[in-house]
């Protein structure tokens, strides 16, 4: 089934928030922030922007009803500043006015005098201070004091990653209504529609049940929309609360990439030891992440951090601590992966580190200590259903990957200015959210009286298909065509109580509860057939629209079945609910069985340097991905190669950069670059591991939306691979982004 979207995305048919007609009496909201990045304000006035015609009115933090603060996990920041300022970008009125070139122009005259202070822009900066969000969290297995005497081998290092814009195509936005009773309506571009509702409560002291939020679709969130929506959502609705006027908060694309948070920098120091035979015996690290100023996500985004430390590897002895940053940057945010990338990507340097020095290939080391069912992790999960050994055994048959490996020897031995890298990427990644009692959704159907059937869940849909895969889970259940189902919007009055769509848990969690509502339907629709054909419910079966009974098909049709149904005042309608089973996590001691199941995989990455310039081509990614039993093949591909691409362009290109005033000179994308077309791999094979899949997932179907960024993190040492080769004098360091002035560097290092 294609993604029931397309062909409304392609001619521009497709509703965003921006596209809803505007009532009349709309008026336009434009935010004014912080052109500091520390400092206390002075003097605020405006007089001369409220003087403009067409202003409305303008907002500051004495016109909140309610609280002014909008932290989700910690309550640590204001909508709108009071007295101090702790990040350039930060807002500080809401400008509305009848246009929004009116508000613009308003925001211009706005005057506002600072008493700057000395900023912290870097994480060493804020850990000498011990500028932290929280206190430093430590995952602990084994006992890591006594084992470095029985290493043969140990290396330590550093390794950074460097934070990526979100750019999703469809910028921040929302547009809130006013309805009877002081009760608000509003639909915003947000991945986390009751965290608008309860956030936005909070701030106008109102219950939440006076606030509904209505989600179509989003175009791309990336975890960008998952807690940083909510601000310019709560913004429209504190002035539809005081106007009692339509409100539209649109961001552009300046404006989002200046005062929005992005994926979490990170440096870290670690500390890799080995045994003799090349087992890993013990793994340190001290990962650094650059929070910015305030927490957000950043306290569920650690966490993700430790949880992934490992990647794919058992180490019988392990300590990890994440130190998270207090700075004076945007406070950064969910991405795609959550700090689960910036982990794989320092366990993958201390081992490409080890087998640099010891003189093999990285792969030897990966493929010696891959996890196998009955190892720990370290927070105590027991691995089981483990599917490395035989995705790699997958890639053998499929890709030869020795020949492939001798491929770029031998290219390299007969070429000077051209030289080919090869790399390995195992991933390993926990599908639930990491937080238990987040892993729940609800769902609502209702089958009409002709027979056509309206869903309602709370999975937002964003791109990634979850309302394609919520119409398969239907249309399976009740074996009826997939035209019959239609999937509502994402509203809080109908569906309540949801989890962000997040954690790649989305199509797992609502299509489960999908899949409850709608058996639940079956067994009444069962009852009222075999009254009508006498025959025990039991027997009773739905096959192609047609009622059948033990394996015979009737001539009793899906339409009339639902006719006789609601004739016999049966209700056709059903809400259920979903918690995964079997998921726990004690943090006092660090231990649990947090995630349902891991989704495993493989990235064979070839690059080729040109070693004039220091660019490249990426030749090949061959994946062997464990999908488990994909229910939509043609969507589950996507992922993987949008996600690749995106994995890429974090380890290639994309490179945020501020200054020592934490200005972000990275600011537009004349001065950032993403991944375009010719940044695509010239070849991208995936081929589905064969397995049977996992319980726990919809339909046996795994998660695939996180999993796969990780494949891009091969590009970074398939590209070092390839600087080797053209000058064995190159030091080995591991600083991502490997932009092109890098490789270059690194091509002609003495
Ligand atoms: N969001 C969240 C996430 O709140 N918890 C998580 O564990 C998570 N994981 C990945 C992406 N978003
Ligand atoms: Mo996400 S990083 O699953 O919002």
Redesign the pocket.
């Known amino acids: 089934m294609k993604n029931i979207d397309s062909n409304n995305h392609v001619q521009g048919k497709s509703i965003f928030v921006d596209d809803i007609p505007t009532i009349s009496g709309t008026l336009f909201g434009t935010i004014f922030s912080s052109s500091i990045a520390h400092g206390k304000i002075i003097k605020l006035d405006i007089s001369n922007a409220s003087e403009l015609d067409g202003v409305t009115a303008i907002l500051t933090h004495i016109d909140i009803p309610g609280e002014n603060q909008i932290g989700a996990i910690i309550q640590d920041e204001v909508l709108l500043a009071e007295d101090e300022v702790h990040f350039i970008g930060q807002p500080i009125a809401l400008i509305i006015a009848e246009s929004e070139s009116i508000s613009l122009k308003a925001r211009e005259l706005i005057e506002i005098d600072f008493e700057e202070y000395d900023p912290i822009v870097n994480v060493q900066d804020a850990k000498n201070n011990e500028h932290f969000i929280l206190p430093p969290r430590s995952f602990k297995l084994g006992d890591i004091s006594k084992v470095w005497e029985d290493c043969a081998f140990i290396f330590e290092g550093i390794a950074k990653s460097g934070g990526q814009e979100h750019l999703y195509l469809e910028t921040q936005g929302s547009y809130a209504i006013p309805l009877e009773n002081g009760n608000i309506k509003i639909f915003s571009s947000t991945?986390g529609p009751t965290v608008v509702q309860k956030i936005g409560a909070r701030v106008l002291g109102i219950s939440m049940n006076q606030i509904e939020v209505d989600v179509k679709r989003l175009g791309g969130?990336?975890?960008g929309k998952?807690d940083q929506a909510t601000p310019w959502a709560v913004l429209s609705m504190l002035a539809v609360y005081h106007l009692q006027k339509p409100v539209k908060i649109i961001l552009s694309r300046h404006d989002d990439i200046y005062m929005t948070g992005k994926r979490h920098p990170y440096e870290t120091n670690y500390k890799i030891g080995f045994s003799e035979d090349l087992k890993m015996l013990a793994f340190e690290a001290e990962y650094l992440q650059n929070a910015g100023a305030a927490a957000d996500l950043s306290p569920a985004i650690t966490e993700r951090t430790l949880f992934h430390s490992t990647n794919s590897y058992f180490i019988p002895n392990v300590r990890t601590t994440v130190y998270s940053c207090k700075t004076n940057l945007t406070p950064n945010t969910?991405?795609?992966?959550?700090g689960a990338p910036q982990a794989i990507f320092v366990i993958e340097s201390a081992i490409k580190n080890a087998a640099t020095q010891i003189g093999i290939p990285a792969r030897e080391l990966q493929e010696i200590n891959m996890i196998v069912d009955n190892d720990s992790f370290p927070y105590g999960q027991i691995a089981k259903n483990v599917e490395l050994k035989k995705i790699w055994k997958t890639a053998q048959d499929n890709f030869n990957f020795y020949k492939i490996e001798k491929e770029v020897c031998d290219f390299n031995d007969s070429n000077d200015n051209l030289k080919k890298g090869i790399s390995f990427i195992p991933v390993t990644f926990g599908v639930s959210f990491t937080n238990t009692m987040m892993n729940h959704a609800r769902a609502l159907v209702h089958i009409y009286q002709d027979g056509s059937i309206g869903i309602s869940t709370g999975a937002v849909e964003m791109g990634q298909s979850v309302n394609t895969k919520m119409i398969q889970v239907a249309s399976h259940v009740f074996s009826v065509d997939s035209k019959r189902v239609k999937i509502e919007s994402t509203n809080t009055t109908r569906v309540a109580n949801t989890s962000?769509?997040?954690?790649?848990s989305t199509a797992d969690l609502n299509g489960k509860a999908v899949e409850k509502a709608c058996n639940a339907l079956l067994i009444r629709l069962k009852e009222v057939a075999g009254k009508k054909l006498q025959a025990e419910p039991e027997s009773i079966d739905f096959k192609d629209e047609l009622v059948i009974t033990n394996q015979k098909d009737t001539t009793l049709t899906w339409e009339e079945i639902i006719w006789e149904a609601f004739a016999s005042r049966v209700s056709l309608s059903e809400s259920s609910h979903y918690s995964t089973p079997e998921i726990n996590f004690d943090k006092s001691i660090e231990k649990g069985h947090p995630f349902a199941y891991h989704v495993y995989g493989l990235a064979i990455t070839t690059a080729t340097i040109d070693c004039l310039r220091g660019t490249h081509v990426i030749d090949s990614v061959r994946i062997v991905h464990d999908f488990g039993k994909s229910i939509n093949q043609e969507i589950d591909n996507g992922q993987i190669e949008g996600a690749l691409v995106q994995g890429v362009g974090w380890m290639t290109m994309e490179e945020i950069v501020h200054n020592n005033k934490g200005v972000l000179l990275s600011n537009a994308l004349s001065n950032y670059k993403v991944p375009d077309i010719y940044s695509v791999p010239e070849l991208v094979e995936i081929i589905p591991l064969e397995t049977d899949g996992n319980e726990n997932a919809i339909l046996k179907s795994k998660a695939v939306?996180?999993p796969p960024f990780n494949y891009g993190i091969g590009i970074y040492f398939a590209l070092q691979d390839a600087i080797y080769a053209f000058n064995s004098n190159y030091k080995y360091d591991f600083d991502a982004p490997m932009t092109p002035e890098k490789v270059l560097l690194g091509l002609y290092s003495k």
């Open positions: 991945q969130a990336f975890g998952e969910a991405f795609r992966g959550f962000p769509s997040a954690a790649s939306g996180e």
